[in-house]
């Protein structure tokens, strides 16, 4: 990677973002002007209630959706400024992703799965670094294997491999353990988590599962496309006071 | 509403565009069909008109009774009669008028110096007559022929040879007559018979050039006068008339000419059309199929849902019904109007193309609206059928599962079936070609073979596939592995897919092969029988042209760099009760210019009675030489015949050889089809072509060809023939094409969250396009492949059928460029119908995509 880390201390930030769905009576303020770093080497978590916009807020930050105002940037770069295809290309080596369900191409195996945004870059990647990831998610028994021959666990350890692969700047993951019980939960939580430590890659995460969100360095909470809270060092019990106090009407 | 009906209606609303595609393909394919039969009653219907118009003043016809006619010929030859019976008929009570009525051919050259027509309709010539009513044409412009020299020509003919009322110009009968157009004539109110070609001549011209001898004429056309119908005219004609002549009303005589135009050139251009309209409406079949296949795949956590919920399974296979049919009504509504719309319009397209196509309404009958309109209904619904009960089959437990999308295909009962089918088909072929020549053997082949490929389609997709797909990988990367694997997903879905544009190619490549044959057998006919240098002869096709002047040949044999020069010239006659063509001619310069392969017995003195014969010919009659032979000439006489020489190849030379002595006596108008030219040694091929291209000058500028461009030239229909049975097969093509977008479209559908996550993770839009299309072109390659070897192979069996079952022998032969073109384009054809469906894959929106459920 090309990017001054040493000087650039946030992977990812956004800047007053405002994001409106659709327009006149029936417009939705998703974001409210939210400002959040996301800095480098560390596990953040987003969380909030249905409808908060915390999943607006990672496809912004991650440019699979724009802003209607403010900004956003990875590393340094304004994502604003770039067209379709730029961001694809900024998506695929610079970013990393881990989506809820349906993370795999059903006709590539495991290996080919793993290595798919460098195969689209046309790039060969870093073969001891990908060998590595392999023994890390502890799939080498299966590299040929199909998605469709994988739990659904697996198939997420899978999705975490590719989400790394290419030593992105920072990875995004929307609600990675959403569908999978919580043993296989638990393990790609580990992994993220031991990937952050051991490796100093930057993970942001939406979750709406207080356990998930223990896992995180750090957690940020909103509430109506506003960032109301921060919580350093987060557990799962003082995750759940805090959620429960958004119930309370205020 | 009944709750299937609400069901099918509210689908179809909610999945326009999947329909589109089906919609389209029998839409097309019912306009095709609906448009033949229109226009092919049209122009029946016009034709009877036009004749009825021309020749209604005509109320009797007398002519020789006896007519020989040759196979392959629907037009007997009769003698002509004498003129002057035209004397002893106007003094028959009840007759107004009587005018002879002489024909013959006869091309006229147009300004810019071409023949004009000869390409297929004749060129006619014939005395003018005077009488308005007895005449077919009617004087439009100008005055009527009064001294020689003078002509009356129709107006559609002198548009096209771009000539005016005061041209000179030149009128092969085959000797070039100088000729002043005075006048433009009509037929039936339209400027031209089709395009057939018309010169009227004085009487005294058309005599001196389109007879043997003076007072002779083909008919004589007679007029009633008031109160005497027309067979009361011939009751009263017949006594007066000689042994031999018979008389005919006006009415019989233009049936007998539109029956011939219907037969000969309607029938068969209206069946033609209709072979290919089934091609396409087969290739449909195809495509609505797979259509209807994978919605009900796609819909299958629907339509399990609704079984769950207590819907029967006749509930869910009649909403699939009901949708089909919806679809099918309408498409083939459409293509109804679209037919007669196509019809319409070639009413306005061919005069503009210089085709007179006669004016009138439109007919459309009973037959031309029900027939596509059932075709496209049976094919629509009969497709949708299998799909529909597999609808209803859905098990409502498949509701609760994860559904995978279809991936059945290739079970080894399939396989086996396939290769048993393959198997028989080769079997039933070859016994058919090798064994027994027949020609319905190999036919049923020829289907099982079809039937065997459709049905192998999914076991050999996946091999195909991943073979052709083999280098994809390595050159495009991902984006082609991708591709590859996405076309390897389905099996079923991309044999069937492919199995549309297969059949369309299969045809295709039939043609061509067969085509290639054709000319390779023409190319072998001459060059094994024709011994000579260079062949003259008027580029002519079906009944046109004039033929050459009998006296070309001794004028060119005149020449110093000329060794012999010999005129082929046709005659009629019967053969032991059979019409035969026979080569009229020098019987010993022929054997100098043609091989004419072992010769039995002496060609040199044949003389007035003598008569030469192919072995094949003889064999079949059982003569061998010093038998007599029983010829029956035109005039109804009988001559006996000594077979003096009985030779081995007759391709060019014709069946049956007698001398110019032994034609005179019955001879008509006189022209040779072929001028054999062979030169002195030592003369070089150019000084002797520019010679005698010298000579052909002064006769009419027939064509001076050397063995090669003889060869080539004529094969030159063939090559007409292939354009425009290409032509007709893009509608094929096409509708596969749409068969191939739609389910890719289909499939894209099926794959949004699959080309969501794709985009996501980093695959551009050029990427994503790419991989969508390359698809499209593995699946087109398959259907192409497979349909280059099935056509390659029908084309073989029919080659070999043909040369079986007929007289002359057929070359095989493949031509590898024409072939390499039609794989070319089968490949960009998948490249094209990829792009509406790689386009809308492009479009869609990442976010929507990877959202989840």
Known sequence: MTTATTTVRTAARVVDAVKVYGSGDTSVRALDGVSVDFPVGRFTAIMGPSGSGKSTLMHCAAGLDTLTGGAAYIGDTDLGGLDDRRLTLLRRDRVGFVFQAFNLVPTLTVAENITLPLDLAGGKGDPEWIDALVDVVGLRDRLHHRPSELSGGQQQRVAVARAFAGRPDVVFADEPTGNLDSRSGEEVLGLLGRAVRQTARTVVMVTHDPVAAAHADEVVFLADGRLVDRMESPTADKVLDRLKAFEVPS | MNASVRLSVSSLRAHKRRFAGTFLAVFLGVAFLAGTLVMGDTLRASFDTMFGNATSGTDAVVRSAEAITTPGESEGVREPVDADLVTAIEKVPGVAAAAPNIQGAGQLVGANGDPIGGQGPPTLAGNWIADPELNAYQLAEGRVPAKSGEVVIDRGTAERGDLKIGDTTTLRTPDPVKVTIVGLATFGGEDGMAQVTFTGMTQADAEKYLTAGPGEASSIQVRAGPGVGQQELVDRLTPVLPKGVEAITGQESTEENTDMISSQFLAIFTTFLLVFSGVALLVATFSIHNTFAIVVAQRTRENALLRALGASRRQVTASTLVEASAVAVTASAAGLAGGIGIAAGLQVLFPAIGFPFPEGDLVISVLSMVLPLAVGIVVCLGSALLPAVRAGRTAPMAALRETAVDQSGASRVRAVTGAGLAALAVAVTLTGVLVSPSLWLPGTGAVLALVSFVVLGPVASTTAVRVLGGPLGKLRGVTGSLARRNALRSPKRTAATASALMIGVAVVSLFTVFGASLKATMDQTVSRSFAGDVAVSTPSFGAGGSGLSPKLADAIDGLPEVDTAVGLGRGV??????????????????????????????????????????????????????????????????????????????????????????????????????????????????????????????????????????????????????????????????????????????????????????????????????????????????????????????????VKASDGASDSAFAFAMPPVQLAIVALVGLAAGALAGLRPARRAARLDVLRAIATE
């Open chain 2, 573 to 798: 006659a019967e053969v032991d009760g059979k019409g035969r063509a026979l080569t009229v001619t020098d019987p010993v310069a022929l054997e100098r210019t043609f091989d004419l392969g072992n010769v039995q017995g002496s060609l040199n003195a044949l003389g007035a009675n003598g008569i030469a014969i192919t072995e094949k010919e003889a064999d079949k009659q059982g003569l061998k030489t010093g038998d007599k032979a029983q010829l029956t000439f035109t005039d109804g006489k009988k001559e006996s015949f000594t077979v003096r020489a009985v030779y081995g190849q007759s391709e060019l030379a014709g069946d049956y050889v007698i001398t110019r002595a032994a034609w005179a006596p019955h001879r008509t108008q006189d022209s040779d089809t072929l001028v054999a030219v062979s030169f002195r040694d030592g003369v070089s091929a150019d000084a002797g072509k520019a010679a005698v291209e010298k000579v052909a000058d002064q006769y009419g500028n027939p064509e001076v060809q050397t063995r090669d461009e003889y060869a080539q030239s004529s094969a030159g229909g063939i090559d007409m023939m292939l354009t425009l049975v290409y032509a007709l097969l893009a509608l094929a093509v096409l509708i596969a094409l749409l068969g191939i977008a739609n389910t890719l479209t289909l499939a894209i559908h099926e794959r949004t969250r699959e080309l969501g996550l794709l985009r996501a993770v980093g695959q551009t839009r050029s990427q994503l396009r790419a991989m969508v299309r390359w698809e499209s072109v593995l699946v087109a390659a398959f259907g192409t492949v497979g349909g280059l070897a099935l056509g390659a192979f029908l084309g073989w069996v029919l």
